[in-house]
């Protein structure tokens, strides 16, 4: 169902970064708009699966391995491929690329996981030609405390705002099944009512919000804003992959990192030994982007991209292709 996104939407999505467990009440003050409003917008776009608050854990803080896989496939078994993998439960997110005969997907678990995934599952399904894991050794940018977009709607005054209501940094609590039970609840609705939860975790309402006021604190829990592709004001997601002289290799990342193109910046093992996402308005965004800001990146070798051309699963939802 096509959904008109205007800037009171954007507004909302970018407020919703900030503290995606939010009052509607608070929101609306920041934004300047009543807080029914606020409800309203939520519930419209949440209804056609426009956008979600999703709940996840903090790989660093839990342990798990993150890892960067491409896949080349038989052209005819691409999108089969791709659905498939967007309904494990270890995959965050999933991109057709190189005209539809490769596959890029974000792998994350323990050691077990990973292992039987990439050295027995994916190598031994019928009509996968090739199978090349990265994996993600340090994350410049798009960690769990950060915006999936640097181009939001709302003002530094309008963020600070909201930021001074986040959960104060605490160290990890030793995880109990109270615990583990809404980690899985948030999974599915990261603004999940504290009555709600609290009813089906069987505890109090005030043993749910202190929970999780020490899970968000301390990082074993974020929340992850997923909003259409197609609604964004820069549609074009392309893959870039930088071999960068190790001497260099930090500063490119952080500078990669800061560009307000990029979502997502990360060192990974490999030939190329940086990762990102990029987004452009279009072709022209991307050329202007690769001559101009990759250009000036120290350390630089080669330059390789990749444009997406349908997103099959991204922050855990699943868009099926049709």
Known sequence: ???????????????LQVDGRAPF?????VLGVSDQTVARRYARLRTARTLRIVGFSDPTVVGDEQWHVRLRCAPDACVEIAEALARRPDTSWIGLIAGGTEIACSLRGRSATADEMLLHRLPRTPRILDVSAHEVLHVFYGGAREPFTKLGALDDEQVARLSEHLPAAVPAPRLDDVDRHLLDLLRADGRAPV????????????????RLHDLRG???LYLDVDVDPEVMDLPLRTMLWLAVAPADLDAAGRALA???E????AAIAGKANIYASVATTGAAGLYRYLTTRVATLPGVQSVETAPVIRTVKAAGTHYPVR
């Not at 009440?25 to 003050?29: I, L, Y």
């Not at 009555?195 to 202190?210: M, Y």
């Open 1 to 15: 169902m096509a959904v008109e996104f205007d800037d009171l939407d954007r507004a909302l999505v970018h407020a």
């Open 262 to 265: 990029v979502p997502f910046a």
């Open 195 to 210: 009555e709600d939860l609290a009813r089906t975790c069987g505890t109090s309402a005030s043993t749910v919000r202190r």
């Open 25 to 29: 009440r608070r929101v609306a003050e």
């Open 258 to 260: 800061a560009h307000p």
């Open 218 to 220: 301390s990082g074993l």
